[in-house]
């Protein structure tokens, strides 16, 4: 069983940056491939980011590619998306997933998911 919260949201402007935190419980964060997702109102939830399991390898939506990076501290059971050049089209709510077996862009490959952190992007 993993408990995963995320934290770091909030109202910033257009071109601000942000960095969301995703904190795990669990001894076993480390085996864990773990993603962003995002839902914006009145669409379904997409994906964001994947990172595995060792941080060797990450993988992007193109809508983010080149502006948010996904990062993990096997150490702190923590997971990273550090948001730069932010626009109104990343407004949504973000969760964060971990999956045993996957390393995905796929929700339904994951296994247990946090509550979702608000961010809003002001013009």
């Known amino acids: 069983q993993v408990q995963l919260v995320e934290s770091g949201g909030g109202l910033v402007q257009a071109g601000d940056s942000l960095r969301l935190s995703c904190a795990a419980s669990?001894?076993?964060?480390?085996?864990?491939?773990m993603g962003w997702f995002r839902q914006a109102p009145g669409k379904e939830r997409e994906f964001v980011a994947a990172?595995?399991?060792?941080?060797?390898?990450?993988s992007y939506a193109d809508s983010v590619k080149g502006r948010f990076t996904i990062s993990r501290d096997n150490a702190k059971n923590t997971v990273y998306l550090q948001m730069n050049s932010l626009n109104l089209e990343d407004t949504a709510v973000y969760y964060c997933?971990?999956?045993?077996?996957?390393?995905?862009?796929?929700?339904?490959?994951?296994?247990?998911w946090g509550q979702g952190t608000q961010v809003t992007v002001s013009s």
């Open positions: 997933a971990a999956s045993r077996d996957f390393y995905s862009g796929s929700e339904r490959n994951y296994d247990y």
């Open positions: 669990g001894r076993t964060f480390s085996r864990f491939h």
């Open positions: 990172i595995r399991w060792s941080g060797g390898r990450t």
